[in-house]
């Protein structure tokens, strides 16, 4: 099993500011690698697939980059609406989710 | 742009077997290029992939659940279904279904969720 890790466990941001989100795969997923973000009481929402295509209807603040074991999703400037949980997940593999990062509002 | 709505009993007791379905509405199950799924999210806490099922009508499992889960289909209904059986407390969740694409060519992960359905393991 691919273990997934994503760091760090809560991210504390300033709207208007920067978010940098780290995720670990355990072994090469190669660019199967996909983000989501959950508000509360709500589904998973696709943000990013295949390391760093966006999903219909995703603002271009939001970025995927990495490869191979190492993955980042930056939001570029914080809306209101973008502090939430966000998971990583591969699918090279089956599937494995990360155990989420919160943006909290600092 | 389809809709998937969830629908199970909310409270399973200990060892039961627990049903779950999820009808698709604004699409055909049956539609090439697809695939399903179940995920389910304790309590407070995170996503765990469950099963897939593919349009080709291949299956796959999560091994840690493989012995204890089934996915299937029912296209008269356009439903999909999941069973687990031997429930215990710790498989109290929301259950979520959920629909992805796929070629030969690309995968897209899961992107259409249904917004879910707790079920809660209790004597």
């Known amino acids: 099993e691919i273990v997934m890790t994503q760091s760090p466990v809560t991210l504390s941001v300033s709207p208007g500011e920067r978010a940098t989100l780290s995720c670990r795969a355990s072994?090469?997923?190669?660019?199967?690698l996909a983000w989501y973000q959950q508000k509360p009481g709500q589904a998973p929402r696709l943000l990013i697939y295949a390391t760093s295509t966006r999903a219909t209807g995703v603002p271009a603040r939001f970025r995927g980059s990495g490869s191979g074991t190492e993955f980042t999703l930056t939001i570029s400037s914080l809306q209101s609406e973008d502090f939430a949980v966000y998971y990583c997940?591969?699918?090279?593999?089956?599937?494995?989710f990360g155990q989420g990062t919160k943006v909290e509002i600092k | 742009q389809a809709q998937l709505q969830e629908s199970g009993p909310g409270l399973v007791k200990p060892s039961e077997t627990l049903s779950l379905t999820c009808t698709v509405s604004g699409g055909s199950i049956s539609d090439s290029g697809y695939y399903w799924g179940w995920i389910r999210q304790p309590p407070g806490k995170g996503l765990e992939w469950i099963a897939s099922l593919y349009y080709s009508g291949a299956s796959y499992y999560n091994p840690s659940l493989k012995s204890r889960v089934t996915i299937s289909v029912d296209t008269s209904k356009n439903q999909l279904s999941l069973k687990v059986t031997s429930m215990s407390a710790a498989d109290t969740a929301m259950y979520f279904c959920?629909?992805?694409?796929?070629?030969?060519?690309?995968?897209?992960?899961?992107?259409?969720w249904g917004h879910g359905t707790l079920v809660t393991v209790s004597s």
């Open positions: 959920a629909r992805g694409s796929y070629s030969s060519a690309f995968m897209i992960p899961f992107d259409s």
């Open positions: 072994q090469s997923v190669a660019g199967n």
């Open positions: 997940q591969q699918y090279h593999n089956w599937r494995t």
